[in-house]
Structure formats: structure tokens, C-alpha cells
């Protein structure tokens, strides 16, 4: 800690690790384009320069601060050297802005207009490579990259996978899927985190809206909506309602922009709940496979696969919500409509760009149809909402459809790390101990990326573990595996935060966002009636009515399913 001059403002310090964050906390922004407060520091992009009396320039995002530091964050001369910087970058940019996918949320973009940028005094680069468009949720477009490297460390350091890495040196640098493989080959897991990080276009969702509106002008086809827990708390951003919750308005605009039916995949989350904790309860007593793994992330369960092959009897075999309502509405609800599995088209909004490919997997079809047929993430869906020309912030709220109408507040925590084993305490908790009415759970809450407490339930005690980011869960499942920790249960969500951070999600999507997501998701649970999953009665009446009751071998066909090595 110490006092450090800041544009002539002085300024305490204290545990802060570099000029940029006490600039930032000053009031100053300063900009960068390869700098994120949770990944590893390299001052890769130098837009991020200082002026520090008697050291010179330096790049502020890798200098800490010291006691009695004089610096300028925006002198003549820092600004100089930043403009350099910007018109270097984009003379090697593809600058074809209009049809950009980041355009709008582009860091480069904003930075330019911030920073004046008129004209490049640079030529300019005119090469145009081809993009990766193999994987299913991923596409990248190297005409766009900066090098700024925040691609290779989310997937090394959050999700310990690296499937980016550099190739060459000086100007024939470039990023590249390891081994120059095609992203789909690549050890990829889907997860989008490094879309979430990357600054301007390079990478971006695989977008399904064409699909989409092929489907909702096609009048042979029912087209079906279910929305996930997560995005009701994001998508009002992409409209400047920030962080609150928009499930009605999303209802009304789904109808108005051509669907038949709207359903909330917080129905099955909750049918999830009950699937799962009597898978739980059945393995504690009759000696089952334990820890039990959740496998409702779809980035978790390929990980899983590719990387602990031993682990896979561990896993639910539970569906995820989103692969449940699919099959509830290709399998039975056609029916109840007279239609069959070809003339209904199923559409999830996910904040997810792994859940594309969840949906694409050969287990998760009824009579040679997918059971979901497209994934909007919660950017597309914005987006699609736009082409409709909804003014979203004017909407009335909507209501889901019959007869899959209710849902619980324990299936939206689905949305946030922490959820699903909130859902399943509250469930068994209430079956074990008779308990009526709220049970809240503390230890399942907060952001951190590992969470693991005892609970006992009745005479039965178990320890529960949380995590999110796959390379937290990999540190999880070595102490696992080498007897240093015995867990009876394991939640695991590969984005930080879970959902709500998810790699669908609308830029800005950082720690405070997550935050304020995370946030409303409780606030949205506090508010809803129904509490526990054993509460909703629609999803009793739907078990009676398909399965004849719950936890049986029909719902194990249609509602589960089985991952081998
Ligand atoms: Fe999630 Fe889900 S909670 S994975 O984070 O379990 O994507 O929001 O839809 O399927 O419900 C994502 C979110 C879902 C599923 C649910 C689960
Ligand atoms: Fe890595 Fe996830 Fe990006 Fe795949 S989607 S490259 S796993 S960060």
C-alpha cells in the first residue's frame, strides 16, 4: 500500500496489482485490449501505456504501483503513442465493420471512435484467409484477430484445455487451433469462454437464426420455443435494461415474432431436480456409483468424455433440462397436438454456445429427428428479436404456455454455479425431513470457483461439492481421485459462474456482470411461489399423464440416457 499521483490526484493504493486497477478505481479508464483481470498478465497490445515520471512509458497493465509514483494516464504523449498503437492494429485488421459480428461490443471499434482514429497513416493489409466455420458452436475469423492472446489463456488457465495456441513470430504471427487442426477436431469442449474474451470479431457464436426463421416461415412446421434459467436475467442488456429479469417480455416477443408455443425450460430443470435426486438417493442406498456428477453442462460432459473416460458411470444419467423438454415435446406433446416429430421444429434460448452441440448429439433424437432442432444463444435471440423489429423494452409480459406452465424458483438457480445442488438439497431435504414450505441453502451461494460443504440431512450426512471452470474441476477431481477428499455428490458447470456466464451471453460479460446476473437469479427464485421441485404440480400431472409417475423405467427411456467411453 502508499500514495501514488495520478493526473495530478493523489490516491491511496492497497492491495491492487498494477497501475491500470488503481487508474481504473481513480476514475480513469484506461484502454486495453489484451488485459483481463482474471487471466494471466503479458502486455501484449501496449494500448494500455502510461507516462510514469522518471520511468518513462510503460505499459500500466504490467507495472505495480509504487509508493510516490507520479504517473499521467492521458498525456499528449501517452495519447501519441496509444493512436500509434490503434492505427497499427487496425491497418492489419480486416476494418469491414458494418458486417461484423462484434460491431457494436468491438473493443477496437469503441477505441478508435474514443480515440479519434480518422485515418490510418499505415498500408493496409489486404489478405483475406478463410474462416473456421467446422465447429458447431465456435466460428473464428482470423481477418479479425489482434493477437492479443486472451483466447489462448481463457482455455489453458479457466478451462485447462488450450485448444489455442501461437504459431510463428513477429508479423507472421498467428493463433491457431493446437496442431493447426480444424476447431471441430480439436480437443474443443464448446463452451464459448473464449468468445466472452475475445475483444473485437475473431470469434464469435455459430449463429442458428436463419434456421430459425426457415423454421417460423415454414407452415408446415409447429414451432416451439423453451428458454433456459439464464438468460431471462441477461437479455434485457442487449436492449439497455441491464441485468433484471425479462421471461415475460421474452414470451411476448417470441409470440409476436412468429412462435406457436413458448415453453420454460425451468419446467424440466425442475424435472431434472426430481430425475436426479432419486437417481441420488438410489445410489447412496443400494450402493451406486458415487460421487454422483452432474451432466446437465453439456462443455463438462465432452470434457468428461475426452478427458476422464473413468468417470463417466459417475455421471447422471439424467438429460439436461434443455435435451428433457426436447424429448417431452418430440416424444409426447406432437402427439397431444395430432402432429408428428418432422412437423415440429424445437428451439432452445441459451446462454450457451455448448448447448448447439449438446443438441446435435446422435443420443437426443425421436423417430430421426433431433429432438431440439436449433440453439439461440442470448445474443441471437436479441438479435432475432431485432430483425422482428420488437421494441423490446415496450413489451407486456407474457405467460407460458399450458399444460407445462408452472415452475419452481429452484429450477431458475439452475442458472447460476451453485444451483442445481440448491435444487437437489431442497428437494431430498424436503422428502427426507417432511419439511414443507422455503428451505435456503448458504453454501451453494457466492461466485467462487470451488465450493464444498458438509450437510447433514436427517441422520444422513453427505458432502456436497461445487465448481465452475473446468480447470477448477479438474483440481477437484485429483484430490477426488487420490483419497485426499470423499464427496458424495459433485455439481460441475464449465463457464465461471455457471449459466449466467456462459459463452452465449451478451458482452460485458465479466465479473461484475456475472454478479449482477447471479444476483437477480436469487432475487428472481425469493419472489417465485413455488420453492422446491416436489411442489410443482403441472410436472406431477405431466409425469402421471406420459410416464404413469416419476423416477420409473419409461421416464428412464425417454428422460435419461447413458455416456460410455
Ligand atoms: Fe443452463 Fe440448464 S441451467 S445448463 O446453465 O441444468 O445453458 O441457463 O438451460 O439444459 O435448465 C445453460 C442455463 C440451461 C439445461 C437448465 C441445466
Ligand atoms: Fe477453449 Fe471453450 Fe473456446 Fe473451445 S470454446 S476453444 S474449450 S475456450
Known sequence: SGKITINGQILEFTDEKNILEVARKAGFDIPTLCYHPELTVVGAC?????????????????????????????????????????????????????????SGSCKLQTYSNDYNIKRLRYPSRTEQVPLD?????????????????????????????????????????????????SLADSACINCGQCIAVCPCGA??????????????????????????PAPRAALGEMFGLGSVDVTGKIVTALRKSGFDKVFDTVFTADMTTVEESNEFLGRLTSGGKLPLFTSCCPGWVKYAEEFHP??????????SP??????????KYAKDLGITPEEMFVVSIMPCTAKKYEAKRPEFMTDGVYDVDAVLTTVEAAQLFKEAGILFDNLEEGI?????????????????????????VRYVAGKLLNAEGRIDVEFTRGLDDTKIADLNV???????????????????IKKIQSGELEVHAVEVMACPAGCVGGGGQPA??????????????????SKMVLHKAQDNEDLDKIFQKYWGGCCNHDTHHDLHTHYHA
Open 46 to 102: 501496449r494500448l494500455c501505456v502510461v507516462e510514469i515520471e522518471r520511468m518513462g512509458i510503460q505499459a500500466s497493465c504490467s507495472t505495480a504501483p509504487a509508493d510516490g509514483m507520479v504517473v499521467f494516464t492521458h498525456s499528449e504523449r501517452v495519447n501519441k503513442v496509444r493512436k500509434m498503437v490503434l492505427e497499427l492494429l487496425l491497418a492489419n485488421h480486416d476494418r469491414e465493420c458494418t458486417t461484423c459480428d462484434a
Open 133 to 181: 466455420t467446422s465447429s458447431l458452436s465456435v466460428v473464428r475469423d482470423p481477418n479479425k484477430c489482434i493477437l492479443c492472446g486472451l483466447c489462448v489463456r481463457v482455455c489453458k488457465e479457466k478451462q485447462g484445455i488450450g485448444v489455442w495456441d501461437f504459431k510463428n513470430r513477429g508479423s507472421r504471427t498467428q493463433i491457431i487451433a493446437a496442431m493447426d487442426q
Open 203 to 228: 470469434l464469435s457464436s455459430n449463429s442458428s437464426i436463419a434456421e430459425v426463421w426457415a423454421a417460423i416461415r415454414d407452415p408446415k412446421k409447429t414451432v416451439v420455443c423453451q428458454i433456459a
Open 310 to 319: 473413468e468417470l463417466l458411470e459417475n455421471l447422471s444419467t439424467c438429460r
Open 322 to 331: 434443455q435435451q428433457m423438454f426436447g424429448s417431452v415435446l418430440k416424444k
Open 400 to 424: 407460458f404456455d399450458q399444460p407445462m406452465e408452472q415452475t419452481t424458483g429452484s429450477g431458475v438457480l439452475f442458472g447460476t454455479t451453485g444451483g442445481v445442488m440448491e435444487s437437489v
Open 458 to 476: 436427517g441422520d444422513t450426512k453427505l458432502t456436497l461439492a461445487i465448481v465452475n471452470g473446468l480447470a477448477a474441476a479438474e483440481e477437484l
Open 508 to 525: 460485458q460479460n465479466d465479473r461484475k456482470a456475472r454478479q449482477c446476473r447471479s444476483d437477480e437469479i436469487y432475487n428472481i427464485d
